[in-house]
């Protein structure tokens, strides 16, 4: 039997057309077998819009707890929840059925991998770093379809059935496309790695390798924080990230984005200086009231793990970035010493102590060889 919505206290707040909207979205959620106390829960946390879009991405067929799913896939039930975990994810309690059969041959096939000889310590910190990236992905794609689809005087069932309509026909394109994008920054990756003769000895792969490691930030992005609203503040982050994926071509590739910050790293350590010179200059070129850039160079043997690099580059890089000018590239000698003869013009820029690195470090200016 139908529930009476004004009983339960699930129109409050409501009248006229949205009134009915409402009553039309409940029958109809009712109806699909969504729980009154689930629909309670939507009303009262302002979510119920978004139900018929929770409803196409969880997808039909039964549910499975952690330990049924276990048994399924033959994967470890602990490892199965550490793995779940590291996506990102809730660990769930003993008795919640939140695992689906895709969930059952996700698992199955890290299974395969497992017992493929792949490490399970390995397949963790890739699991870290895939739901950093999926959650990143996800929260763009969230916002750009929920933009695109309100508009002014939508009642709750017609944008329900919007994103509902939207969910089932952009994510399987989606999915088809992260594929797609996950094998050509792999095959670009595999283009600069290198296999040397210790590598092969040893039996071991990317090892730490001599790589040039950039930090570009954007001076007063703090202040900024203090004087523009939210979305003023990531127009700025997301332009820097436009910038410095328009100048980073292989062998240069930018690692990471940090909120008023690009990294940048490149085995080739002139093709690294031209395109952080090439982001300040684009920087410079952007309207007034866009921050300036400052960046810092170093180069050094650094670990490439878990989408991230590791050593005393980094650190190093991070340090130098932080007592540069506005307008300025500045490097560590061995950058410096690591650059082609006459491609470059250098300004010795004095000895600096900085903070975490013990000694002074000498550091120079680097300027087109041209300007």
């Not at 199955?108 to 017992?115: A, G, N, Q, S, V």
């Not at 990143?136 to 017609?158: F, H, T």
């Not at 062998?251 to 080739?268: E, F, N, Q, T, Y």
């Amino acid at each position: 039997m139908r529930p009476d919505w004004q009983a339960e206290g699930l129109l409050r707040g409501t009248r006229g057309r949205a009134r009915e909207a409402r009553i039309r979205l409940l029958d109809e959620l009712a109806a699909d077998g969504v729980p009154l106390e689930e629909l309670r829960r939507a009303v009262a946390e302002d979510r119920l819009v978004l139900l018929p879009v929770e409803r196409v991405l969880e997808g039909k067929g039964p549910r499975y707890t952690a330990a049924e799913v276990a048994a399924r896939s033959g994967v470890d039930l602990e490892f199965l929840l550490r793995q779940r975990q590291a996506l990102g994810l809730p660990r769930p309690g003993e008795d919640d059925a939140v695992f689906t059969d895709d969930d059952v041959e996700a698992l199955r096939r890290l299974k395969t991998l497992l017992e493929a000889g792949l490490p399970a310590d390995g397949l963790l910190e890739s699991a870290r770093v895939l739901g950093h990236a999926m959650a990143q992905v996800a929260a763009a794609n969230r916002a750009l379809v929920g933009e695109a689809l309100l508009e002014p005087g939508l009642d709750e069932w017609e944008l329900a059935h919007r994103y509902a309509a939207a969910a089932e026909r952009f994510v399987p394109m989606l999915t088809a496309a992260l594929g797609q994008v996950l094998n050509l920054h792999l095959r670009e990756q595999i283009r600069t790695d290198v296999m040397d003769r210790a590598a092969l000895a040893e039996g071991r792969f990317l090892a730490a390798q001599e790589q040039s490691v950039c930090f570009a930030d954007l001076v007063g992005f703090t202040r900024l924080g203090e004087e523009l609203v939210p979305e003023q503040i990531g127009a700025v982050g997301g332009r820097l990230a436009e910038l410095a994926a328009g100048v980073a071509q292989p062998p240069v590739r930018v690692v990471k984005m940090i909120g008023d910050a690009a990294m940048l790293v490149s085995p080739d350590n002139d093709a690294l200086l031209d395109a952080v010179l090439a982001l300040v200059e684009a920087a410079e070129a952007e309207p007034a009231d866009f921050p300036a850039l400052r960046a810092g160079v170093a180069r050094g043997p650094a670990l490439a793990r878990a989408g991230d690099y590791y050593g005393r580059p980094v650190n190093l890089a991070s340090r130098v970035t932080a007592v540069a000018y506005p307008g300025s590239v500045l490097c560590t000698a061995e950058a410096r010493d690591a650059s082609a003869e006459g491609r470059f013009r250098w300004s010795f820029a004095g000895a600096r102590r900085l903070k975490g690195i013990s000694g002074p470090v000498k550091l120079f200016r680097c300027r087109r060889a041209s300007d």
